[in-house]
């Protein structure tokens, strides 16, 4: 065991990232199924704050973001920091999800279009419901940052673990989840916190190179790819030793595991 504060906060980005895994994994169900829609998507920038909470210790890691849609459906989602960035392109036209590091010059690619056969499509909704693929509870509606949005509590049980989740959907940005809290609890108890909130929101065509993908970076597994981010985030927030010694959570390398094998079942397409 680490015995020096270093050692300490190594411990505490460790928790922090098993927390944001399992609470971004549970409530991706509200977005990951594609929705039938026509060819002209309203176009945005949103830039915002996640933030991911232990509840025992008070402590919170807090990530700049950025997300772009462009009209024709491209979106990219961007991780921002004073030396390293990490992005994911979702291109629909080309049916593929680029995640991208430039800082580090690696990337990893998904075409997804076999997936999308298995999968049903969902039409979006005025309301933005989730539209029956999981049980939800409507909360009205309220107004975010001069937008109009619907809310949606979902629960999600996961084996002696419980997510709790809002949502905040805006009808005019094409259903974006504008705002989100998350809870996850053991027993009863709240162990983590996730919450996401916009500062600013652009209406029109974002830069074009945000979703530029250079042919030059090295393509890796997504494992190599989410612990080389995460190695870099450690070291600019704390150096190069830090990072060297980063253990990444047991839960967070089974994610990534699956992430490999359905990267590797897809290739095999």
Same mark, same amino acid.
């Given at each position: 065991?680490?015995? #020096?504060?270093?050692?300490?906060?190594?411990?505490?980005?460790?928790?922090?990232?098993?927390?944001?895994?399992?609470?971004?994994?549970?409530?991706?169900?509200?977005?990951?199924?594609?929705?039938?829609? +026509?060819?002209?998507? %309203?176009?945005?920038?949103?830039?915002?704050?996640?933030?991911? =909470?232990?509840?025992?210790?008070?402590?919170?890691?807090?990530?700049?973001?950025?997300?772009?849609?462009?009209?024709?459906?491209?979106?990219?989602?961007?991780?921002?920091?004073?030396?390293?960035? =990490?992005?994911?392109?979702?291109?629909?036209?080309?049916?593929?999800?680029?995640?991208? =590091?430039?800082?580090?010059?690696?990337?990893?690619?998904?075409?997804?279009?076999?997936?999308?056969?298995?999968?049903?499509?969902?039409? &979006?909704?005025?309301?933005?419901?989730?539209?029956?693929?999981?049980?939800?509870?409507?909360?009205?509606? &309220?107004?975010?940052? +001069?937008?109009?949005?619907?809310?949606?509590?979902?629960?999600?049980? #996961?084996?002696?673990?419980?997510?709790?989740? *809002?949502?905040?959907?805006? %009808?005019?940005?094409?259903?974006?989840?504008?705002? #989100?809290?998350? $809870?996850?609890?053991?027993?009863?108890?709240?162990?983590?916190?996730?919450?996401?909130?916009?500062?600013?929101?652009?209406? +029109? *065509?974002? =830069?074009?190179?945000?979703?530029?993908?250079?042919?030059?970076?090295?393509?890796?597994? %997504?494992?190599?790819?989410?612990?080389?981010?995460? &190695?870099?985030?450690?070291?600019?927030?704390?150096?190069?030793?830090?990072?060297? $010694?980063?253990?990444?959570?047991?839960?967070?390398?089974?994610?990534?595991?699956?992430?490999?094998?359905?990267?590797?079942?897809?290739?095999? $397409?």
């Amino acid at each position: 065991m680490l015995k #020096t504060m270093a050692g300490r906060r190594l411990r505490w980005v460790r928790w922090i990232s098993a927390v944001a895994f399992g609470l971004l994994g549970a409530w991706a169900v509200l977005r990951c199924v594609p929705i039938a829609h +026509g060819q002209s998507e %309203p176009a945005f920038v949103v830039d915002y704050l996640e933030v991911s =909470s232990n509840t025992a210790t008070g402590r919170a890691l807090q990530r700049t973001m950025y997300y772009a849609r462009r009209g024709d459906g491209a979106s990219v989602r961007e991780l921002r920091g004073a030396q390293f960035n =990490s992005r994911t392109v979702r291109m629909p036209a080309q049916t593929l999800i680029v995640q991208v =590091s430039d800082s580090e010059k690696i990337k990893t690619t998904q075409d997804f279009s076999a997936k999308l056969r298995e999968v049903p499509r969902r039409t &979006r909704r005025a309301d933005c419901a989730p539209d029956g693929l999981i049980g939800y509870e409507s909360l009205g509606t &309220r107004w975010v940052l +001069g937008y109009e949005v619907y809310g949606y509590r979902t629960v999600l049980d #996961t084996g002696g673990e419980r997510v709790e989740s *809002e949502h905040w959907f805006a %009808p005019v940005l094409g259903c974006y989840d504008l705002q #989100t809290t998350a $809870r996850k609890k053991k027993n009863g108890e709240v162990v983590g916190v996730f919450q996401k909130y916009p500062t600013h929101v652009t209406v +029109g *065509e974002p =830069s074009a190179g945000a979703f530029a993908v250079p042919g030059d970076y090295t393509e890796v597994l %997504p494992s190599v790819f989410e612990e080389t981010v995460l &190695r870099s985030k450690v070291r600019e927030d704390m150096g190069r030793e830090a990072a060297a $010694r980063v253990i990444v959570a047991d839960c967070a390398r089974m994610g990534f595991a699956r992430r490999d094998k359905e990267y590797l079942d897809l290739k095999k $397409r």
